[in-house]
């Protein structure tokens, strides 16, 4: 029995085979669906027809993963495959630790092989700013340089000072497009933004001077909603920035935000008096649909974290990405208005964390995750998310043992949904394409952790956690009550 991973919708042995050499044929047919492909293995022949140009890139993904398993003879088969849903996406923090060029394009590659459509790219948080602005170059002569590296148990003392160059970022995202990958870039806001504020205090409530951050941790000094700059600065930095991404998304955060500084600023108090609004969670809700119009108006549809929506007056046509799961009736209430989400919640997607804490098992979840919070939500979800934050990974060697293959847990999840749902099915055909990896290049985590026992489960979140003292745990927590 031949393995694929996403599992196709359709798949069908009709008897004989053909050589692995055979001639491949592709064609389109403008009556499937975008991403819809067909394959047909037969008369000494293999025929790939497809709607457009991703759905025969998916197309051959799916005959790299049979000839894999099949180097001398292929069996005759029909494939019928289409997703499940359409927004597909898998995630790196280039942040907190900076991979190269490289780097990126050996995940992109490896994420397209299993149709994943989308990469969000964080690119700005309190550790870093990463790509190069016209606009505002005191981003990448300030913001992008930090004083070393003081992650968890990590240290080392010696000036970073890394981002991508624009040119960079157009090959970056041309390769992807080849694969069929849009690149959706987040630039948090409007918090962890103390990078930005090191280049530029005066968008912060106080104005007073912050340096780029070198450890983990939720920072106080966030944008002030309540100065006409800071939506000016926003406005002309998307700008500056949107030649580079012609997708159709763009994120711009929106998560753990404390309030304390809004409390305190004379600016904050007269624009909720202003503007009617009540509480500071309706003064982030009014600050990113500022944000938001500004974009939609550039033809862009908008990604936002959950936090966002605390408010109830998130705009429906902003996307609520899902990562944590307490205050679910303002997710209700986005949607009851129209709005759409992203699953992605924490503990069935979040692939930094070990995988004695977060299973294979776990990410393929993802859907059992969704039916939790209700079939309402079932329905608003246009796909799935897996990332990888980076705070405690500095290696590309490291990246890819705890990406990969949860990443592929989520794919199957986004591609095929509740067909053919099934985990123990799901890890026997990763089992048999593991070999890919390898082709790839990609350090992979074996199939002996993907589900570690008890013992080294406790030892892995005992070392994981360790990388946090009790006072920044306790600084954590506090800080998240006052998002």
């Avoid at 002030?224 to 926003?234: L, N, Q, S, V, Y």
């Avoid at 046509?317 to 009736?329: A, L």
Wanted: proline share 5%.
């Amino acid at each position: 029995m031949i393995s694929i991973v996403p599992k196709p919708v359709k798949m069908q042995e009709t008897g004989g085979t053909v050589p692995s050499s055979a001639e491949t044929v592709c064609a389109m047919d403008e009556s499937l669906p975008e991403e819809a492909y067909r394959i047909s293995i037969r008369n000494d022949r293999i025929t790939i027809t497809a709607g457009s140009e991703k759905g025969l890139n998916y197309g051959k993904a799916t005959m790299k993963q049979v000839r894999l398993q099949c180097p001398e003879s292929i069996p005759c088969m029909e494939i019928e495959d289409a997703p499940a849903y359409p927004y597909r996406s898998f995630h790196m923090d280039c942040a907190r630790h900076f991979f190269t060029v490289e780097e990126v394009k050996k995940m992109i590659d490896t994420a397209s092989l299993f149709k994943l459509n989308s990469f969000h790219w964080h690119i700005s948080d309190d550790q870093g700013f990463r790509i190069e602005s016209e606009a505002f170059p005191r981003l990448q002569e300030i913001s992008a340089k930090r004083k070393g590296d003081h992650f968890g148990k990590f240290s080392s003392d010696p000036e970073e000072h890394y981002y991508y160059k624009r040119t960079e970022v157009k090959d970056l995202v041309s390769y992807a497009a080849e694969r069929g990958v849009d690149i959706v870039p987040e630039i948090d806001m409007p918090g962890h933004v103390t990078a930005i504020l090191a280049a530029y205090p005066e968008l912060s409530c106080t104005g007073a001077a912050v340096e780029v951050g070198t450890r983990q941790g939720i920072f106080p000094d966030i944008f002030c909603p309540g100065k006409e700059e800071t939506f000016d600065f926003i406005e002309r930095l998307w700008d500056d920035l949107l030649p580079l991404f012609p997708g159709k998304y763009i994120h711009i955060g929106g998560d753990e935000s404390p309030k304390d500084r809004w409390q305190t600023c004379p600016a904050c108090k007269k624009r909720m008096e202003e503007e009617g609004l009540i509480n500071f969670q309706e003064l982030q809700g009014y600050m990113e649909n500022r944000i938001a119009k500004h974009l939609e108006a550039k033809g862009k549809q908008v990604i936002c974290w959950n936090e966002a929506a605390y408010g109830k007056n998130l705009e429906n046509n902003v996307n609520i990405q899902m990562w944590t799961e307490d205050r679910e009736e303002s997710i209700k209430a986005h949607i009851a208005r129209g709005g759409h989400i992203i699953l992605s919640t924490m503990m069935n997607s979040y692939c930094d964390y070990p995988y004695g804490f977060i299973s294979l098992k776990s990410l393929y979840g993802q859907l059992e995750a969704g039916d939790r919070f209700g079939q309402e939500y079932m329905d608003a979800a246009i796909g799935t998310e897996c990332l990888c934050w980076a705070e405690f990974i500095n290696t590309p060697e490291h990246l890819e043992e705890m990406a990969w293959p949860r990443f592929a847990a989520s794919a199957e999840c986004g591609w095929s949904g509740k067909n053919g749902h099934d985990y123990k099915d799901f890890k026997r055909r990763l089992t048999d394409v593991f070999p890919l990896f390898a082709a790839q290049n990609i350090n992979a985590a074996p199939p002996a952790d993907w589900e570690p026992g008890k013992l080294k489960t406790l030892g892995q979140i005992k070392d994981f956690f360790g990388n946090f003292t009790k006072e920044e745990i306790d600084a954590m927590k506090a800080a998240s009550k006052r998002v």
